[in-house]
């Protein structure tokens, strides 16, 4: 039988050995971050996969299973290990953000589906670089500053007032990140978990109707420079005409 050619400019399929490499490659680039932030993660990985390694070789020795047993404590305890770095990992994501400007955005984009978390903040304060970020779904609308939380409540008022102007009786949850002891502060490593359990209210169809309404107020506009009159502004025409 003749051999079937690929279609021209069709790039070639990558090679599972490649793919095996690249995975290594990630993974050990998350354990490096993980052990950066938490450096007890390689103690705790080598409980998690050594232990099921010598219950297996335990066991195998007592019955005579010589390769069975201890081979399945090799499986467990990789997947005991994946499992555990995978948690570690995201602990340590969260921990290296805090802090840091945007860390409520990048929280709300580990939303699973269901929910329209917009990228950019929809308030920004200028002087003090506070920001509110938003997310639509079945269970509302949720504001979360970013901020120092008792700085940040004036902006996220703003924001809610805004909001329900163009969606009038859909639930508005605000939330500020914090270290959890005052109203409506969640920690950044359990903000995406609390926003996720909200009770939905919402039809899909509601949802899509208050995200097209949303989009209508428009994104951060730039300030205007103080005793700057935006009615009264005139282009230079001299400029204009390169002169």
């Known amino acids: 039988m003749a051999r079937r050619e690929a279609p021209a400019g069709a790039s070639p399929a990558p090679k599972p050995r490649k793919q095996r490499f690249k995975r290594l490659?990630?993974?050990?680039?998350?354990?490096?971050?993980?052990?950066?932030?938490?450096?007890?993660?390689?103690?705790?990985?080598?409980?998690?996969?050594?232990?099921?390694?010598?219950?297996?070789?335990?066991?195998g020795v007592a019955t005579g299973h010589w390769i069975y047993f201890p081979l399945l404590g090799v499986m467990v305890g990789a997947l005991a290990g994946m499992f555990l770095l995978g948690r570690r990992a995201e602990r340590a994501a969260y921990v290296s953000?805090?802090?840091?400007?945007?860390?409520?955005?990048?929280?709300?984009?580990?939303?699973?589906?269901?929910?329209?978390?917009?990228?950019?903040?929809?308030?920004?304060?200028?002087?003090?670089?506070?920001?509110?970020?938003?997310?639509?779904?079945?269970?509302?609308?949720?504001?979360?500053?970013?901020?120092?939380?008792?700085?940040?409540?004036?902006?996220?008022?703003?924001?809610?007032?805004?909001?329900?102007r163009v969606a009038p009786n859909v639930p508005v949850h605000l939330y500020t990140v914090g270290d959890g002891g005052g109203e409506g502060e969640v920690p950044l490593r359990r903000l995406a978990p609390k926003v996720q359990r909200l009770k939905p209210t919402l039809t899909k169809q509601e949802v899509a109707a208050v995200t097209k309404r949303l989009k209508a107020l428009g994104g951060v506009r730039p300030p205007v420079p103080q005793g700057v009159d935006p009615m009264r502004a005139r282009p230079d025409r001299r400029a204009m005409r390169g002169r």
């Open 97 to 164: 953000l805090e802090g840091q400007k945007g860390a409520a955005g990048a929280a709300l984009s580990s939303l699973r589906r269901g929910w329209t978390v917009e990228q950019e903040p929809v308030a920004i304060e200028a002087r003090t670089q506070d920001m509110v970020f938003r997310a639509v779904g079945r269970a509302g609308i949720v504001l979360v500053g970013d901020g120092p939380p008792t700085r940040v409540r004036r902006l996220l008022e703003g924001e809610r007032r805004k909001v329900a």
């Open 25 to 59: 490659r990630q993974l050990k680039q998350v354990y490096d971050m993980t052990v950066r932030v938490d450096p007890a993660t390689r103690w705790w990985l080598l409980l998690a996969i050594g232990a099921p390694v010598l219950v297996g070789v335990v066991v």
